[in-house]
């Protein structure tokens, strides 16, 4: 029975990273980048401490009278609590700059952010922002490029 | 079956289920407490594991300080959103 055990473990392990690198991927929010990433985390450590695990062992922790007694590997588990505490310090690092983020463009969407960030380089360099001539008639901006390369900003 | 056997596939069932929730929902408050029950769960995994130094840590930091940061985070946020609006 101990191999059922260890599938369905190592099916929640790769389903947790799994979903974890998903919502990472297909989110825009940068909480909930952040937050996935917590949860990618947490599914790298479980596969960590499956990987030093034995089915017919006991805690790594000597006791006086079982000093022959089979242990489970203590290496990934040491590995594994120095990686829980380093990812609540690198949690709280992309919080703060997400909440810099939010300070400086007013917005927690990664795209808007860009947008805007992109915007500001824009107008700090003096360069009129590049625009499509094939874009709608209402936003295409006729007299605009030529300027743009007349002016011989970082674009050229 | 086993009751070992139930038992995991019960929490394994618990963590997927947190880790889609916290994903997948929409309020940002209910999606990090939805990630720190599945860190909790991790922690009842990390048990059977015969584990149970990490166990305690993955459930006072992981599940206790990792939530209560993200909380912090989404406070100071919505606070910059009131001023704004007033």
Known sequence: ?156 | MDPMTLLTLLICAGILFGAVAAVSMGNVVSAVIAAGLTSLFAAVTYVILSAPDVAMTEASIGSGLSTAIFLYAINRTRRQEHEKDD
């Open chain 1, 1 to 156: 029975m101990n191999w059922a055990i260890g599938l369905v473990m190592f099916v929640g392990a790769v389903g947790l990273s799994v979903i974890g690198i998903a919502g990472m991927l297909m989110s825009n929010h940068l909480f909930r980048m952040v937050l996935a990433l917590a949860v990618a985390e947490a599914g790298a450590n479980l596969l960590l401490i499956l990987a030093g695990y034995r089915w017919d062992a006991a805690a790594p922790i000597l006791l006086p009278g079982h000093s022959t007694q089979a242990m489970v590997d203590p290496v990934p588990q040491a590995m594994v609590l120095t990686a829980i505490v380093i990812g609540v310090g690198v949690q709280a690092l992309a919080l703060s700059l997400v909440i810099r983020v939010r300070q400086h463009y007013a917005t927690l969407d990664m795209r808007v952010a860009r947008q805007r960030m992109q915007d500001a380089l824009d107008q700090a360099a003096g360069v009129v922002p590049p625009r499509s001539q094939e874009g709608p008639a209402g936003e295409r901006p006729l007299p605009a490029p030529t300027r743009t390369i007349e002016a011989g900003g970082p674009h050229d």
